[in-house]
C-alpha cells in the first residue's frame, strides 16, 4: 500500500508541474526581445549578415566597427582604416576577406599586400594556413599541413604552392605579426586560405578573427543562456557563446541563445521545441481538487516511514567468520555511526546532496544531529571480499593524519553490502562547487593565485601518501568533486577508492599512473572553470591549436592578468598536456608534478599585484620536496 501511494504521489507530481513549468520557460522566451530572430534581417548578394556585423546603422548595437557596405546589391566590403577588404564568407568567430583591392584571383600576392595586422576588434587568424612562393629557406615549412587541401585560383590544384605553413604554429609567425614576417626566410609571394575546424579544406581568403572588447559593456552584451569566451587573437576581446542545448549568436541585441531540439526528426529551436499541452488548463483545474488527497496520503506514508523499525537486513555484527577476518572497530577507529543517523544526516540519500558519483561509490553532503558537516562515502559492495577489502582500506586511511587530507569521522557497517565512511565536511563545500556554482553554494573568488595554491596542495599530499607512508597510498579517484576547502580555502581531500574491481587491478591502479592522469584534468578545470566529459579532448586540442586563450575560464579576466599571470596559466596547461598524454606511460611522475606546482605557486602573485604570501614557505622550508612535505608539522602518520 505504501509503495503505490508513493507512486501516486509521485505522478501527481509530475502532472502537476510539468505543465506549469514547461509555460514558464516558454512565456520567458517569449518575452525576452533577443530570443526571437533579429529584426535587422539583413543581406547582401548571397550573403546573410549576422550579428554584430550591419549595413544599417540603427542595427548597429555593440560597436560601429562591424559596420559593412554593400556596392551595387551584391558585394560586401568591410573598411579597416584605410583600406576595403571584400567579404566572402562569415563565420562564428570571424570573417573571410578578399586582399584588399582586388579584382582579380591571383596565384599569390606580395608579402606587404595585406597590411593588416590586428586591431580591438580584429586580429588574423589562426585557423589560417599561408602558402609561400619563392622562399630561400625552407626551415619554415611543416609537413602536416601539406595533406590540406589547398585550392588555387579556379580550382586548379596544379598551382599549389611549394611550402605551407600554418599560423597556428607560431614558430616563425606570432599573434600580432603580419605577413610581411615571412620576408626574413627569403619569400616572395603568398596565398592563403581558412580551414574550417575539422576540414581538410581551405577556402581561399584572409580569415580575420572578431571579438568586442572585454569590461562590462561586453558581459551586458551576452544574452541568458550565454557564455563569454576570450578571444585568441584579438588582446582583450571576447565574444557571447550559447551554452549547450542552446543555438543563437549568444548576444542579447542579436538572436540570443534559443533552446535547441529535435522534432519529428529535424531540428528546431525557441517556442517550437516546447509542446503545447491543449489539455493543461483541465489538468490544472483536476491537481488543484486531487492534490490535497495525495498531500495528506503522503504525510500518512512519510510517518510510517519514520515509525517503521530499524532498516531490514542489516548486518548481523555478530557473525563469527566477519570478527574472525577484521575487527570492524579496528577498521573504524573512530566512530560507529548507525545507518539511521547517517539516512536522516544527507536527508534519505537525496539526489540534491550528492557531491560525487561514479564508479568509486556516490558522496553525499550531510549534517548531523549535532549539526556537524560530514560528508559520506557509499560505496556497493557484491559480496564478502568486496566488503573485506572496503574495510581493509578504512584501516589504512584511519591512521593518516594530514593537513589536506579529509579527517576521517568514521565509518556504518550496518547496512548490509553498502559500507560507508564518514569525512569532515568543511563550510567550504567543495573546489567542483565553487568552479561551476552548482548546489546554489556561495560562490568563492577563485583567482589565478587560490587556484595555484589548491594545485600545489593537492600535488604535494599525494606525493605524501606516495612516497611518505607504507604501504604508499593512491589516490585512484582525484576530481574537483573530491576536493574539499576550508574556511582558508586550504585543500582537504577526500573521496579515495575503497574498491577495485579485480578487473582494474592491474600495474595502473597499483601505482601513481592512475592520479597523475586525473590531476591532469583537475588542471585544466582551475584553467577553464569547465566540467565537460569530454573536456580533455577539447582543450587539448585548444592548446595544440595556439587557442588557449579561448577556453581559460572568463572569471579569470585572461587579457587583465598580468604578464607572469597569462604565462602561468600556459605553464600549466603544459603541464596538464604533459600529464595526460604521457601520466599512462609513467614518463611524468607526481613528483614532477608537485616540484612545478610548488614552484608556481611560490611565483604566483595576488589578485592585488603583490607577491604571494608566506603559507608554503613556512610549510615547505627546504628545497628537496620531501623534506618539505614530510616537515609540515601536521603531516604525521599515526601507526
Request: a negative charge; charged letters at 20%; proline letters at 4%.
Amino acid at each position: 500500500m505504501l509503495p503505490l501511494v508513493l507512486t501516486y504521489f509521485l505522478l501527481f507530481s509530475l502532472l502537476y508541474q510539468s505543465p506549469i513549468s514547461h509555460s514558464l520557460q516558454q512565456s520567458q522566451e517569449l518575452q525576452h526581445p533577443f530570443l526571437v530572430s533579429n529584426q535587422c534581417d539583413e543581406k547582401c548578394g548571397n550573403l546573410h549578415i549576422p550579428f554584430p556585423f550591419h549595413l544599417n546603422s540603427s542595427c548597429a548595437s555593440v560597436s560601429t566597427a562591424f559596420h559593412l557596405y554593400c556596392s551595387n546589391s551584391t558585394t560586401l566590403y568591410l573598411n579597416i582604416g584605410s583600406q576595403s577588404y571584400k567579404v566572402l564568407e562569415f563565420f562564428s568567430d570571424g570573417i573571410l576577406v578578399d586582399f584588399p583591392d582586388s579584382s582579380t584571383c591571383r596565384h599569390y600576392n606580395d608579402l606587404n599586400s595585406f597590411g593588416f595586422s590586428g586591431n580591438g576588434h580584429f586580429g588574423i587568424s589562426v585557423d589560417n594556413v599561408i602558402g609561400l612562393y619563392d622562399c630561400e629557406d625552407s626551415s619554415l615549412c611543416k609537413a602536416e599541413c601539406e595533406t590540406i587541401d589547398l585550392p588555387a585560383c579556379d580550382d586548379n590544384s596544379n598551382d599549389s604552392p611549394a611550402c605551407c605553413y600554418p599560423l597556428s604554429d607560431h614558430s616563425a609567425w606570432d599573434i600580432g605579426d603580419g605577413f610581411s614576417v615571412f620576408s626574413k626566410f627569403g619569400c616572395r609571394g603568398f596565398s592563403s586560405w581558412a580551414i574550417s575546424r575539422g576540414s581538410n579544406t581551405g577556402k581561399r581568403g584572409v580569415k580575420l578573427e572578431w571579438a568586442i572588447p572585454d569590461g562590462n559593456s561586453s558581459k551586458k552584451a551576452c544574452a541568458i543562456n550565454a557564455n563569454t569566451v576570450n578571444a585568441t587573437t584579438v588582446e582583450g576581446g571576447v565574444r557571447c557563446k550559447c551554452q549547450d542545448g542552446f543555438v543563437g549568436d549568444g548576444f542579447a541585441s542579436g538572436v540570443g541563445c534559443l533552446k535547441s531540439c529535435i522534432k519529428n526528426g529535424v531540428e528546431a529551436n525557441g517556442t517550437e521545441c516546447y509542446t503545447k499541452k491543449h489539455s493543461e488548463k483541465t489538468v490544472s483545474i483536476l491537481a488543484g481538487v486531487v492534490g490535497p488527497v495525495f498531500i495528506i496520503a503522503s504525510l500518512i506514508a512519510l510517518f510510517c516511514l519514520l515509525k517503521r523499525p530499524g532498516k531490514s537486513g542489516a548486518y548481523d555484527l555478530d557473525q563469527a567468520h566477519f570478527h574472525s577476518t577484521i575487527s570492524f572497530r579496528k577498521a573504524c577507529r573512530t566512530r560507529l555511526f548507525t545507518y539511521q543517523e547517517l539516512e536522516e544526516a544527507t536527508k534519505g540519500f537525496e539526489d540534491s546532496q550528492k557531491l560525487v558519483h561514479g564508479r568509486n561509490g556516490t558522496i553525499y553532503a550531510g549534517v548531523l544531529g549535532d549539526g556537524s558537516q560530514v560528508a559520506v562515502h557509499k560505496v556497493q559492495c557484491e559480496d564478502q571480499r568486496d566488503l573485506m577489502q572496503v574495510l581493509s582500506r578504512i584501516e589504512l586511511l584511519s591512521a593518516i593524519s594530514h593537513r589536506n587530507v579529509a579527517r576521517l569521522l568514521g565509518c556504518c557497517i550496518d547496512s548490509g553490502y553498502t559500507p560507508m565512511v564518514v569525512y569532515e565536511y568543511p563550510a567550504n563545500g567543495t573546489l567542483e562547487e565553487h568552479l561551476h556554482q552548482s548546489r546554489g553554494l556561495e560562490k568563492i573568488g577563485l583567482d589565478w593565485y587560490k587556484r595555484m595554491n589548491i594545485a600545489a596542495e593537492i600535488a604535494c599530499v599525494l606525493v605524501f601518501l606516495q612516497y611518505e607512508i607504507f604501504p604508499p597510498i593512491f589516490h585512484h579517484n582525484i576530481k574537483s568533486g573530491c576536493i574539499f576547502l576550508d574556511e582558508d580555502q586550504s585543500v582537504k581531500i577526500a573521496g579515495f577508492r575503497l574498491l577495485e574491481p579485480s578487473s582494474l587491478a592491474n600495474e595502473c591502479y597499483s601505482n601513481n599512473i592512475g592520479d597523475v592522469s586525473d590531476i591532469g584534468v583537475v588542471l585544466l578545470e582551475l584553467i577553464t572553470g569547465s566540467k565537460k566529459k569530454d573536456l580533455p579532448a577539447v582543450a587539448l586540442q585548444q592548446i595544440r591549436s595556439g587557442k588557449l586563450e579561448e577556453i581559460v575560464d572568463p572569471s579569470l579576466y585572461y587579457h587583465e592578468q598580468p604578464p607572469i599571470g597569462r604565462e602561468q596559466i600556459e605553464i600549466v596547461a603544459d603541464i596538464a598536456t604533459r600529464c595526460l598524454l604521457f601520466g599512462g606511460d609513467g614518463k611524468i611522475g607526481m613528483m614532477e608534478v608537485a616540484r612545478e606546482l610548488v614552484r608556481i605557486s611560490k611565483e604566483s602573485i595576488d589578485g592585488n599585484g603583490s607577491k604571494r604570501g608566506p603559507a608554503l614557505e613556512e610549510t615547505f622550508s627546504n628545497s628537496s620536496l620531501l623534506q618539505m612535505i614530510s616537515m609540515s608539522p601536521d603531516s604525521i602518520y599515526v601507526p
